[in-house]
C-alpha cells in the first residue's frame, strides 16, 4: 500500500465538539466551541482546554480560572459551529442562539440548559504551548440532564445525539462495535 508523509500536523481525529463556557471578573459570559479537550486524568478527574490567546474567551478563563464544558448533540450542532466562527467581542451568542444559561453547581461560570452534559471546571495549571494555551484543570462536578437516565439509574449518554468533530465536519457516533473489555471477556460455550 502506497503512503505519503505530510509536515507535522495534528490528525488526532475525531474529538470532541464542545461548547465551552467561560466568564470574566466582570459578570461577562461567553461561549466558545472548543475540539481541544480531553481527559487528562482520572483521579483526581482532570481535563484540559487549549485556547489560543487572541480569543476573546482566554483572558475570561485566566481571570477567573474556571469553565464549563457542555458536551454536543446533532439538535445543538448548528449553535456548536456558530459559536466556534463568531466572536463574542461581536454578538451575543447565548442570544443569537437561543441557548439557556443555568446555574452550575460549583463555579460562577453559566452552564448551557440544552447540552445534556456539563463538566464544570477549575483550572489548576496554564501551559503556554505556542499556538495555544493549554488550560488544565480539575473536574469539580458533572450535571447531566436526568431525561437520559434509565430505569436503573445509569446515564444513557450515547443516546443523547452526541456528536464529534473530525476533520472538518462535525459527525454523529455510529453504532456500538465493541465494548470495553469485550477482547478479553470469556466466550460462553455453545
Request: net charge neutral.
Amino acid at each position: 500500500m502506497a503512503r505519503q508523509t505530510w509536515k507535522p500536523g495534528t490528525m488526532v481525529y475525531p474529538v470532541p465538539a464542545a461548547m465551552v463556557t467561560v466568564a470574566d471578573k466582570a459578570g461577562n459570559t461567553n461561549i466558545i466551541t472548543i475540539a481541544w479537550t480531553g481527559t487528562v486524568c482520572s483521579d483526581p478527574p482532570m481535563t484540559y482546554v487549549s485556547i489560543k490567546p487572541e480569543r476573546y474567551s482566554h483572558h475570561m478563563v485566566e481571570e477567573t480560572g474556571e469553565f464549563v464544558i457542555n458536551l454536543t448533540t446533532k439538535d445543538t450542532a448548528f449553535a456548536t459551529d456558530y459559536c466556534g466562527v463568531k466572536s463574542g467581542r461581536d454578538v451575543d451568542k447565548w442570544k443569537e442562539m437561543g441557548l439557556t444559561p443555568g446555574k452550575a453547581s460549583k463555579v460562577s461560570v453559566p452552564i448551557i440548559e440544552e447540552c445534556p452534559v456539563n463538566i464544570e471546571c477549575r483550572v489548576t495549571e496554564v501551559k503556554r504551548l505556542g499556538s495555544h494555551d493549554m488550560f488544565l484543570a480539575e473536574v469539580v462536578a458533572v450535571d447531566v440532564d436526568e431525561k437520559y437516565m434509565n430505569e436503573s439509574g445509569k446515564f444513557e449518554l450515547n443516546s443523547t445525539g452526541i456528536i464529534a468533530y473530525s476533520h472538518g465536519e462535525y459527525r454523529e457516533l455510529g453504532p456500538a462495535v465493541g465494548k470495553f473489555g469485550y477482547s478479553v471477556q470469556k466466550r460462553r460455550k455453545a
